[in-house]
């Protein structure tokens, strides 16, 4: 089996230079990833009809035998019918065919075949035009539907998985052990690969899937697994009690309930498991996420642990460093920040630091996690807006340190079947508290015609001290007729807004250049900051209260809700104006939603219910490898009972070592191979 894994696309019979190309588009490059190319769907041809019973007009499926040769007739140029007659034991049926000189060579004589198409009434006799036909000895009448592309048909893929499926050797060795699949009552893998290909009832292909999609979820899991720190053990920290209380004394404000509940399910994980902690911190934006990154980079400090502290933007890691600094600027506590943007001299100070052990926190990018960063002693990581980071990255900030504790912080609540797929056996913990004195941002859409009122209704609150966000979807003009940031801030500046202070931000500038704005941003000294998405991660200006979301309709659901969350972040009344002119039913329910809740979490489940699952799958960012057959939603019991054999197998061999497990090992290294690099521990 494995060695067909080994054997090119292009050595298939049938299969020349233009189908190689052609399957390579597909993502299969061996005669085994063909036999693992799904059928995207399936035509079931049942009941089979005799022809006088057969409805008219309607598709159906006649058992019959060739009674005649084909006979060629030349109606004009360009329009050729083939015609032939079938009998299936009772009466006769006529076959035309238009343009189609294959039907030649196949319908032969006496044989016998499945034909699946409409019957018409035509001069007194019955007619089928075009109809699907197959061999009837061979086929089932289930027939499998293959994702076609310009240049192959779904019929000439599943000639070639025939002649994929023949070449499996007669004993092939079955990736799930014995005992797994007795257990879950799971068939072998050559039946259901037979069988998801070509059922011979829709019993069969029920019983393939089932083994396939458990497969696939648990290679998934087993793999995620392999990539987190699960199992792994780890020293214990010291913490007194009065370390968590001298952290809250150094706040500005007193911890929410919420936030004080989730910072003890950190140290208890941390205090009472004999493994690392692994825990996913969920709140809505603004819920306060900054300060449980912070207590615990408090305490592993205090234990003398260093704490790496991830973000996915400069911009996001220089308001989070700027903020700790600012909360332990009493504390003997060093911290430092590494970005892309740090000169370089200044960066190999800081690596050296990190290296013997000088800084406690180091707050950065995506920097942190190259080669030639290392630490003295990683306690922990953090990630903070997980969303935007692939696994295999975390991995990879994990592996800099023996088993560190891991917290991940994200505002975007993930269903709990996708984050048992993504995450594996991450605890949750969530904020559902926000900070007192949050005012609810009242959201409003508004065509493009009502920009004027509402720019006047923003010059009040600038007149009154507070500053404000314009978001458009582009940067620069383009062929499209949306308004660029660019044009926008040249406009406004000089226009409406020419006695107030206007800046401009997006993802092109230089990094310093963005932090200059920022900075001036955060101080006050913008008053109107013009911007693209840059600015939807995380970002914390408590004084901004209005954002001017443009173009609205470019944006998906958790999108506008992110953007919004840059405004009502402190004790002031904010407003949120979608602006658009779209008139389409998906981009209204959107705003619909948006002006009806600011509830993160009933957000996300109905961005869920817009756009599928499978769009997270897509998303290249988490860096997963995407499912092919299994679904979080419909196959959820399948994911549930594949979690438990993975829980399984991973306590009594972590590392799939043993032979029975062998094949499980091989396939998961497959299955991840393009996602995760280096990631594996
Ligand atoms: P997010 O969960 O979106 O990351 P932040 O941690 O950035 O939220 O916090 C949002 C704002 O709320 C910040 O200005 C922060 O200082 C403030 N904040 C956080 N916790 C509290 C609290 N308990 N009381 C008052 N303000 C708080
Ligand atoms: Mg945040």
């Known amino acids: 089996m494995s060695s067909l894994f080994k054997k090119d696309i292009k050595e298939l019979k049938g299969v020349g230079e233009k189908r190689t190309k052609l399957f390579n588009k597909f993502g299969v490059y061996t005669i085994g990833e063909l036999l693992f190319f799904y059928p995207r769907t399936y035509e079931d041809w049942n009941p089979i009809y005799s022809i006088h019973n057969a409805p008219l007009n309607f598709p159906c499926c006649i058992k019959a035998k060739v009674i005649s040769n084909v006979k060629k007739n030349i109606i004009r140029k360009n329009c050729i019918i083939y015609k032939v007659i079938v009998h299936d034991g009772i009466s006769p049926m006529h076959i035309s065919f238009f343009n189609n000189p294959y039907v030649s060579d196949k319908l ?19 007619e089928m035009v075009s109809p699907d036909f197959v061999q009837s000895y061979q086929y089932a ?3 499998p539907i293959y994702s076609q592309t310009y240049g192959i048909t779904s019929k000439q893929i599943e000639m070639c998985v025939r002649n994929a499926l023949k070449l499996l050797p007669s004993k092939i060795k079955d990736t799930i052990p014995e005992h797994i699949k007795q257990k879950y009552n799971l068939c072998s893998l050559r039946f259901a690969l037979e069988n998801i290909h070509f059922p011979k009832s829709k019993e069969e292909l029920e019983l393939a899937k089932k083994r396939l999609i458990f497969e696939e979820f648990l290679l998934f899991q087993l793999g995620i697994q392999k990539l987190s720190n699960i199992n792994k053990s780890c ?8 370390c968590i209380d001298e952290f809250y004394s150094l706040l500005p404000f007193f911890p929410t309930n919420a936030q004080k509940r989730v910072i003890n399910e950190c140290i208890n994980d941390i205090l009472e498991s ?14 306060g996420k900054t300060v449980i990154a912070a207590a615990l980079c408090y305490l592993f400090a205090k234990n003398n642990l260093q704490t790496a502290f991830m973000v996915p933007t400069e911009i996001l890691a220089n308001q989070h460093f700027m903020w700790l600094k600012n909360i332990f600027s009493n504390s003997d506590i060093n911290i430092e920040i590494l970005s892309g943007s740090i000169p370089k001299s200044q960066k190999e100070k800081i690596k050296q630091k990190l290296n013997n052990g000088e800084i406690d926190i180091i707050v950065g990018t995506h920097a942190l996690i190259s080669g030639n960063v290392g630490f003295k002693n990683l306690g922990l990581v953090i990630t903070d807006e997980q969303h935007r980071f692939g696994v295999s990255q975390r991995a990879k900030l994990i592996s800099k340190g023996e088993h560190p504790h891991v917290l991940v912080m994200s505002a975007t609540p993930i269903p709990r079947t996708l984050s048992l797929i993504l995450y594996g056996d991450l605890s949750i913990s969530i904020i559902d508290e926000l900070p007192p004195n949050r005012q609810k941002i009242d959201t409003f859409h508004i065509n493009s015609d009502k920009r004027e009122r509402v720019f006047n209704f923003m010059k009040k609150a600038l007149d009154e001290g507070r500053q404000a966000y314009i978001v458009c979807p582009i940067v620069e003009e383009n062929s499209s ?4 940031a660019e044009t926008y801030y040249d406009k406004i500046k000089n226009e409406q807004f020419k006695n107030y202070n206007v800046g401009l931000i997006h993802g092109k500038m230089k990094p310093k250049h963005k932090d200059k704005i ?28 209005i954002i001017i979301i443009e173009n609205a309709e470019r944006f998906g659901l958790a999108q506008l809700h992110q953007l919004r969350g840059r405004v009502g972040r402190g004790i002031y009344k904010s407003y949120c104006i979608l602006i658009s002119d779209a008139q ?36 290249q960012q988490h860096g997963l490898p995407a499912l092919k057959i299994g679904n979080i939603i419909d196959d959820v019991e399948l994911l549930y009972l594949s979690k438990s054999a993975a829980i399984n197998i991973i306590s009594s061999d972590p590392n799939l070592e043993l032979p029975e497990n062998r094949m499980l090992l091989k396939a998961v290294e497959m299955l991840f191979k393009n996602s995760i690099q280096n990631g594996f521990n």
């Open 108 to 126: 032969i004589e006496n044989h016998e075949f499945l034909f699946y198409g409409r019957i018409n009434m035509n001069h007194n006799r019955l």
């Open 141 to 143: 009448p289930i027939r």
């Open 235 to 242: 020293s214990p920290l010291k913490i007194n009690n009065n």
């Open 274 to 287: 004999k493994y690392p902690m692994s825990r996913l911190i969920q709140g809505d934006v603004g819920s």
């Open 481 to 484: 007729n949306m308004i660029s």
């Open 518 to 545: 920022m900075l001036d941003f955060s101080n006050g000294e913008i008053d109107v900051l013009v911007s693209t998405t840059v600015i939807e991660v995380g970002l914390n200006v408590p004084n901004s209260v």
């Open 584 to 619: 389409n039913e998906e981009a209204l329910s959107r705003f619909r939603i948006m002006v009806q809740t600011n509830d993160g979490f009933i957000i996300a489940n109905e961005d869920l219910k817009l756009r599928g699952p499978g769009d997270f799958f897509g998303d």
